[in-house]
């Protein structure tokens, strides 16, 4: 099959390129390298695979150059994205334009060039918004809900809150209104906390990396509010077979959003127990700042995976302090990339 990968030097469009090639598939990168890190990953691709990478330079803000690279693609993976909600407040027209309007760039060049590919869209837990009705309580140094045992599901309300959550939230919304009306074979992944290696973590995003980034590093982290809040964490590799999964079942599961994440099973609290996890990998104590809360930060997130893993036959595998540590010793191992 030929995939067509926007965001494809990107951490997770550069570890998805790098699996279907190689199972043997075509794999066409599409990224204007702008994000830290691309241009890293492309030469990693390349090293591992040669001439069978094929790499356009362009941005999906620009349709004509995403009609003319899109044809013959049977799977387009739709990553390219803005992807801080900080980037979006200080500048809301880029991030409308990267986000929604490129998300409409690519479901038109797939409407008029590859109509019968599988197309899997990159969303995010930020279309719940802040989320206010999910009451949560303090157990054991840790928040948690109150009532949403099993995590967030897909049918919880959604509130999009800040420019990143309207255009990302617009783009979720095309996505399945395109499946529709026109009949393209979507399906909507809303991720939360994907982490692993060649993220590139910095503050505003990727916050799994950057602390490790920072550790290797000696550099001081600052953890905003009490350092109690709760995600649920997804290795990229458990996030690719999903996609593989979606893909070999597009026909039956078209149409469908599915909320992907860690789970219950895969939660840490960002410092109290983080914290003490990345003193232990590096033989020291960490150094940090402490901040006030910021506005919008959620005090725990955790996804429902109960119809992905119903529906596609998906369950997590790997656990954040094995993801972790995988992504310690890569970063450890790489110190020039940093």
Request: net charge negative; aromatic share 12%; with cysteine.
């Amino acid at each position: 099959m030929k995939f067509f990968i926007t965001g494809g030097a990107g951490f997770i469009g550069c570890n998805s390129a790098d699996h279907f090639l190689q199972q043997g598939h075509e794999v066409v990168v599409f990224d204007n390298l702008s994000r830290k890190g691309g241009p890293a990953n492309l030469e990693w691709l390349r090293s591992r695979h040669g001439e069978r990478l094929a790499f356009v330079r362009g941005d999906v803000r620009e349709y004509e150059a995403l009609a003319a690279a899109i044809g013959g693609a049977d799977v387009v993976l739709h990553l390219a994205s803005q992807v801080a909600v900080t980037t979006s407040v200080q500048d809301p027209r880029e991030d409308f334009e990267i986000n929604a309007l490129g998300t409409f760039n690519v479901l038109e060049a797939v409407r008029h060039h590859a109509p019968e590919a599988a197309v899997l869209y990159a969303s995010t837990n930020k279309v719940y918004g802040g989320m206010e009705g999910a009451k949560v309580t303090l157990q054991n140094g840790r928040y948690q809900y109150a009532e949403f045992t099993q995590g967030i599901p897909e049918s919880y309300p959604l509130d999009f809150h800040s420019p990143y959550g309207c255009s990302k939230g617009a783009g979720d919304q095309y996505m399945l209104d395109y499946g529709r009306i026109y009949g393209l074979k979507t399906i909507v992944f809303r991720q939360s906390c994907i982490y692993g290696q060649r993220q590139f973590g910095v503050e505003d995003q990727g916050w799994v990396a950057h602390f490790v980034i920072a550790t290797v590093k000696n550099r001081p982290i600052t953890i905003y509010g009490d350092g109690k809040q709760v995600r649920d964490l997804l290795h990229v590799q458990d996030l690719i077979r999903a996609y593989e999964l979606g893909i070999e079942q597009i026909e039956a599961r078209r149409g469908e959003v599915y909320n992907i994440g860690g789970g219950p099973q895969n939660t840490l609290s960002i410092w109290t127990e983080f914290g003490p996890l990345l003193a232990e990998l590096a033989g020291h104590d960490v150094s940090t700042k402490w901040g006030e809360w910021r506005p919008g930060d959620q005090r725990v997130f955790v996804t429902d995976v109960r119809k992905i893993s119903s529906q596609l036959g998906w369950q997590p595998t790997l656990s954040p302090r094995q993801g972790i540590e995988d992504l310690y010793s890569w970063v450890a191992n790489h110190p020039e990339l940093f």
